[in-house]
């Protein structure tokens, strides 16, 4: 009988060893620890420096930037100055262009985007996800992934990289480049939280 009780207890421990277990992997995963969380995510804000390069120019923006996949997507200019609040959001197959400094509106009705927004992180993971030309580099603090940009006309936007800190799973910065392998767009996130 006494080894009834033994075995009776060893194996709740057990159990309950294996239940803790299980717990904490399951909260690692939606905490973020994942690091196929960022190609699976369904919304995201972000605080970013957007660096434009042509063969002329260069152009600095400070944006936020909001999506929720199926609803909208938002663009908002913090600077320069002289295009502060400029809002570009698209919603509902409209896509409505906002001057709050100049007090114009403009709405475009039954819009649909003739080709990629390579601004948002969500056009990154949806070019990632259905391309047959991507990659993944881990090194010791980053994860880098690399893939060509959906619209391969552009000569301008032909590959993408996103680097993510491997610690916190949160995308660092995102570069387009062009078919020489120049960089055109740079992005950094300064902050951004996704689900």
Excluded: H
């Excluded at 080894?3 to 194996?11: D, T």
């Excluded at 957007?50 to 199926?70: F, P, R």
């Excluded at 913090?78 to 007090?103: A, F, R, S």
């Excluded at 940009?149 to 552009?154: F, G, I, T, V, W």
Aim: hydrophobic share 30%; charged share 30%; net charge neutral.
């Amino acid at each position: 009988m006494k080894k009834f009780w033994i075995f009776l207890i060893s194996f709740i421990l057990l159990i309950l060893i294996l239940l803790i277990f299980y717990s904490k992997i399951n909260k690692n995963e939606e905490s973020g620890n994942n690091n196929n969380n960022i190609l699976n995510m369904s919304s995201y804000k972000a605080n970013i420096e957007v660096t434009i390069k042509s063969n002329k120019n260069t152009n600095k923006y400070k944006m936020l930037q909001e999506y929720k996949k199926g609803e909208y997507s938002k663009q908002v200019v913090e600077e320069p100055e002289q295009i502060y609040g400029l809002t570009v959001e698209y919603k509902d197959n409209n896509l409505k262009v906002e001057n709050t400094k100049l007090n114009l509106t403009n709405i475009y009705e039954n819009y649909n985007y003739i080709t990629e927004n390579n601004l948002f992180l969500n056009e990154f993971v949806e070019d990632y996800n259905n391309s047959d030309k991507r990659e993944m580099e881990e090194k010791k603090d980053e994860i880098i992934l690399y893939t060509n940009c959906r619209n391969s006309d552009n000569k301008y936007q032909a590959n993408k990289i996103l680097t993510i800190d491997k610690e916190t799973n949160k995308p660092k910065k995102l570069e387009v480049q062009d078919i020489n392998k120049n960089t055109t767009i740079y992005i950094l996130y300064n902050e951004i939280s996704y689900k």
